[in-house]
């Protein structure tokens, strides 16, 4: 893998940085892109290459590095909010930043990627890719979105050497989840610990929350050598949501 490079986004904190770790630890060159330089910083004190990007600045995805090996979808933000009271434009924000940016950037990537044989692009989805939730308009129409990005990204980069995945984790301890406990609390009436136990952990057998490291891992099989013919699939890490 040390004559691989990546490019990592939302790389900064949560699963983004887990990647970027297990990754680097696996010898492959890593890019980590974030909006949050401050937080990069830390990545750049590990030797790590930072770039400071924001991702919903469509056409500014072009002066990205575009001579990558991996390609690690994993910017996310999310919005909780009814329909009638969901914010136009927050729900476009979404859409730009998990849907149109990922397309974008794999869009620019696949061309070195077909030029060398081989190719990797992970998609972090979420269970929510494969269900629905109330309040997540946007969120769960960004990941269902990217189910059928990467399935097609699967289907045409098959004969290139390149495979596309999603991984499909339910809540993972990430400062997306933690900060939404909050929002939750509101619309739903109750406590933070009343939203953990009875909202987020309710669907799942296993009840806790996942631990970035334990997706990181996950990314870090499908881009290794050992995925060639693992493609078009979607990873399920969610405790056993939905196995009901």
């Not at 909006?35 to 930072?50: N, P």
């Not at 002066?63 to 009814?82: C, E």
């Not at 620019?108 to 077909?114: A, E, G, I, R, S």
């Amino acid at each position: 893998m040390e004559t691989r490079r990546a490019l990592v986004t939302g790389a900064a904190s949560g699963i983004g940085a887990a990647c970027v770790h297990r990754l680097a630890a696996d010898g492959v060159q890593v890019v980590a892109v974030d909006y949050d330089t401050a937080a990069l910083s830390d990545l750049a004190a590990d030797g790590i290459e930072t770039i400071t990007a924001d991702l919903t600045e469509l056409d500014s995805l072009e002066h990205l590095p575009t001579d990558i090996d991996i390609l690690v979808n994993s910017a996310g933000v999310q919005q909780v909010a009814p329909i009638e009271q969901f914010p136009p434009d927050r729900f476009g924000y979404l859409l730009r930043l998990m849907l149109e940016s990922p397309f974008r950037l794999i869009r620019q990537t696949l061309p070195h990627m077909y030029g060398r044989g081989w190719g990797r692009i992970v998609n972090i989805s979420s269970v929510h890719g494969l269900r629905g939730s109330p309040f997540k308009a946007a969120y769960v129409a960004a990941k269902h979105g990217l189910e059928g990005l990467s399935k097609v990204v699967a289907l045409e980069g098959a004969p290139h050497g390149v495979t596309s995945n999603c991984v499909n984790p339910a809540y993972v301890r990430t400062p997306l989840v933690t900060a939404q406990l909050a929002d939750q609390a509101l619309v739903h009436g109750l406590t933070e610990a009343e939203v953990l136990d009875k909202v987020l952990l309710e669907p799942v057998a296993v009840k806790r929350l996942i631990e970035p490291e334990e997706v990181a891992e996950l990314v870090a099989l499908l881009c290794g050598p050992a995925s060639a013919s693992l493609t078009g699939s979607s990873l399920v890490l969610d405790g056993g949501w939905t196995a009901h």
